[in-house]
Structures are given as structure tokens and as C-alpha cells.
């Protein structure tokens, strides 16, 4: 009878091995790459709420942060004077709301893709985020990266 107990053991034993090898593997696996992934996924969530926010947050004077851009812009004829001053008023509101992330907002419809408020250059940006909202006769996109 020892004996069998003892090639009992012994085959338990060994039949832990491969379920010891299996959670050593797991616990040790590098997660890094799926969580760049994940992150990559959610820029076009990102883009999209940030630039839905700027649609909808109301500033003192009661207009949201788009509909203020877009009434500078066509107060000055979408010249240089009324990108600058759309720049003052988006770029502080984007730097905030992004908290790190680089981005810039351009306008497609009037300007022709012209970049209204950048913190980088969208020519160096990968991965990209995109949202997009018009207001007025503007159509504003707005990209993300890391």
C-alpha cells in the first residue's frame, strides 16, 4: 500500500508542474502593447466629446466656446486678425480639456482646413483621433494624439 501512495503523490506532483508553468507565464506577461492599443482606440471618443463640449459648454456671455470662435472668426472676415483672437479663445479651453493630449483644431468649410489652435504639429502626429462639429456656416474637426 506505501507504495501505491507514494506513485499517487508523486503523479500529483508532476501533473502541477504544467499548471505552474502555465500561471508563471501568465503573471509575467508584458500587457504593455494591448494598453497603447487600448488608449489608441478611445482618441476618436476623445476628440469627439472634447469638441461636443466645446459645442455645448456656455461661457459668461452665454455662448459656447464653438459658437464664440465661430462669431470671431466671421466678425472679422476669416482673416488673420480673427484666427488669432479664435486661437486665444480655443487654445486655453483645449489645453484644459485635453490635460496633455497634442491636438489641433482646424476649420474645413470657410478656412479650407486652416489650423485654428494646435499645441503640436499635426504633420509629426500617429494614431490619430479625429471629431468633428459644425456650427454656423463653420465646419470645425478637431484632432487628437499622444
Known sequence: MDERGFAFTLDAVLALIPVLIVFAA?????????????????LPNT???????M???KEDDGFSTLEDVSNTLKKNNNDRTGIKAAEEIAGPFLEKA?????????EE?????????SN???????DVGIGAKSCGNYTFKLYVWN
Open 26 to 42: 501568465v503573471t509575467t506577461a508584458n500587457y504593455a502593447p494591448l494598453m497603447t492599443s487600448f488608449q489608441e482606440a478611445r
Open 120 to 126: 503640436a504639429e499635426l504633420k509629426d502626429a500617429r
Open 47 to 53: 476628440a469627439q466629446d472634447s469638441i461636443e463640449v
Open 98 to 106: 485635453l490635460n496633455g493630449k497634442h491636438y489641433a483644431l482646424t
Open 55 to 57: 459645442a455645448h459648454y
Open 109 to 117: 468649410n470657410q478656412l479650407k482646413g486652416k489650423v485654428i489652435a
